[in-house]
C-alpha cells in the first residue's frame, strides 16, 4: 500500500520560512519523480517544485528563487523548504509520487502565511 505523509505545515508571518516533508511508503522511492503541488478553494491545483527520479528540478514561476526542493532516497522522503513566503502562499501543500503510468498524492498539509 502507497502512503504519502506530509508534515511541516502551519502557520507563519510574511517573510517567515517553512520546511515541509513528506515521507513515503509503499513506491521504490528512487524511482519515482516527487513533486509539491498546492491548491486553495475554487483553483486549481499547482505546481510548485519537482524533482525527478534524475534529480532534474523545475520550479513554478511564482516560488522561484523562495523555495527549494529536495529528496533524501535513503530516508525516502522529499522537502520543500519555503523562504520568503507571503499570503499569496496560503495553501493545501499535497505531495505526489509519479512513475508512469502511475501516480500517488499525499492528503495534504495546510500552510497559512499571516501578514
Known amino acids: 500500500q502507497v502512503r504519502l505523509v506530509e508534515s511541516g505545515g502551519g502557520l507563519v508571518q510574511a517573510g517567515g520560512s517553512l520546511r515541509l516533508s513528506c515521507a513515503a511508503s509503499?513506491?521504490?522511492?528512487?524511482?519515482?519523480?516527487m513533486a509539491w503541488y498546492r491548491q486553495t478553494p475554487g483553483k486549481q491545483r499547482e505546481l510548485v517544485a519537482v524533482?525527478?527520479?534524475?534529480?532534474?528540478?523545475n520550479y513554478g514561476d511564482s516560488v522561484k528563487g523562495r523555495f527549494t526542493i529536495s529528496r533524501d532516497n535513503a530516508k525516502n522522503t522529499v522537502y520543500l523548504q519555503m523562504n520568503s513566503l507571503n499570503s499569496e502562499d496560503t495553501a493545501v501543500y499535497y505531495c505526489?509520487?509519479?512513475?508512469?503510468?502511475?501516480?500517488?498524492w499525499g492528503q495534504g498539509t495546510q500552510v497559512t502565511v499571516s501578514s
Open positions: 524533482i525527478r527520479s534524475s534529480s532534474i528540478i
Open positions: 509503499g513506491i521504490t522511492f528512487n524511482s519515482h519523480d
Open positions: 505526489k509520487a509519479s512513475r508512469f503510468p502511475f501516480s500517488y
